[in-house]
């Protein structure tokens, strides 16, 4: 470890500090690694759920914490095992690092967002020290490719994989249901006929919205703001209609719209969402990403939700973290949604900032869609 110092933000959750710190500088220390130079960083409510110490700490024998996960990075060095970087590649790092059980099946699969310990470690929530810095290393497992006509959008690929990854579940789950997937002979997409309710605007679901759509199905963003308002543009712009749950019950959504076929919730309220699963249609599949604040017990239509789920067969699958194959998929995917909609793809990223912005992005009012620090 080199004696150098860099800038970094971090979390002294003892002293319930948000601070910049002086982090040592990294260097390679086995031959699988990777050395990067941090590009842009992502804020999320993570990050600041964080802020609030509700979680998060850093690794054992550090008072602070690096803050950030979504990260787009540039390789500056590459140890001698490395096989498929180079200086100068643009690189997306992955967040959940494997447990140490032998018998975690998932995890020694390389599929440690499905760990049955719970004793993963995270990087920039949990144990692990974030991106939020000039440099890090990193294992090169643990890195996906970016090609370089991705470099102004792919600080997005990570919250992107939360969709990747609840898609490729629904995808399996629906298997069950015959005729439910499109055959695709026509190229229309495996979601052709379906209908799905995106619930929130915010960057989890309008990042969402744009999966479904390139998967072919007719989407509906159903989000609380009433229009006018720039989420609701941006959904313009991508060709969805966008109705407010303001403006809009959820019984009359579903009788307007139809069989609703899947829901992607994106808003994190339980309230909102167990309502709308109210209306979730026959053989539908309704998508949870939505990591609410514990709060005190709501009333929920417990037995009409409890019934529909018997009678309509319906599932209810989660999505957190992802794997190896949703990042390369999110990579991927993005380039189709700057091919599609390119004004509105860079749209979600609403600020690009210093670090010195860190505190009123990490614990100011909320604003706009995706902020982003560049170093
Ligand atoms: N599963 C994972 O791994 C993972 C990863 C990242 C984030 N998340 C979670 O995903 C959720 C969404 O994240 P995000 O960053 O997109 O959140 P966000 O920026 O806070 O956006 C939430 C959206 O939901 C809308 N909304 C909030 N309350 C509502 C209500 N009662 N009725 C209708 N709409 C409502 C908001 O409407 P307005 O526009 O009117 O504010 C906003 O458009 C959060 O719970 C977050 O914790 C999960
Ligand atoms: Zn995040
Ligand atoms: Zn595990």
């Not at 310990?117 to 090169?140: A, D, P, S």
Request: hydrophobic residues 40%.
């Amino acid at each position: 470890m080199s004696t150098n110092t860099m800038k970094g933000v971090g979390v002294v959750p003892e002293k319930k500090e948000l601070r910049l710190v002086a982090h040592p500088e990294p260097s390679i220390t086995a031959p699988n690694e990777l050395k990067i130079r941090t590009l842009e960083v992502g804020i999320c409510g993570t990050d600041r759920e964080i802020c609030t110490f509700a979680y998060g700490h850093g690794p054992k024998g550090c008072e602070y914490l690096v803050l950030g996960h979504e990260c787009l990075g540039e390789v500056t060095e590459v140890g001698p095992g490395v096989k498929n970087f180079k200086p100068g590649d643009l690189v997306v790092p992955s967040v959940r690092r494997p447990c140490p059980d032998p018998n975690c099946t998932p995890c020694r699969e390389g599929r440690q967002d499905f760990c049955f310990t719970w004793t993963f470690k995270e990087r920039g929530i949990n144990q692990l020290h974030g991106f939020m810095t000039e440099q890090f290393v990193e294992e090169e497992t643990f890195l996906t490719a970016v090609p370089k006509e991705l470099r102004d959008v792919a600080v997005m690929a990570e919250p992107l994989t939360i969709a990747e990854k609840g898609l490729a579940q629904a995808w399996q789950v629906q298997k069950r249901v015959p005729g439910w997937e499109h055959d695709n002979r026509d190229g229309k997409g495996r979601g052709f006929g379906r209908t799905a309710v995106v619930l929130g605007a915010g960057p989890i679901g309008l990042l969402g919205a744009m999966k479904l759509l390139i998967e072919g199905f007719r989407v509906f963003i159903y989000s609380r703001s009433p229009k006018p308002n720039f989420k609701a543009d941006i959904a313009a712009q991508i060709g969805v209609e966008y109705i407010s749950s303001v403006k809009m019950h959820t019984d009359d959504l579903a009788q307007q719209i139809g069989n609703i076929d899947l829901v992607y919730e994106a808003v994190g309220e339980g309230d909102v969402s167990f309502e709308l699963a109210r209306v979730l249609g026959i053989n539908g599949v309704y998508i949870f990403t939505g990591i609410p604040a514990l709060k005190s017990a709501i009333p929920v239509y417990a037995d009409n939700i409890m019934r529909n789920i018997t009678l309509k067969n319906q599932a209810l699958v989660g999505t957190v973290n992802a794997s190896p194959q949703a990042f390369v998929d999110a990579i991927h995917d993005l380039g189709e949604f700057k091919k599609r909609w390119p004004k509105a793809l860079a749209a979600l990223i609403t600020g690009r900032h210093t670090i010195d912005a860190h505190r009123e992005l990490l614990i100011g009012r909320a604003q706009g869609i995706k902020n982003v620090i560049q170093f």
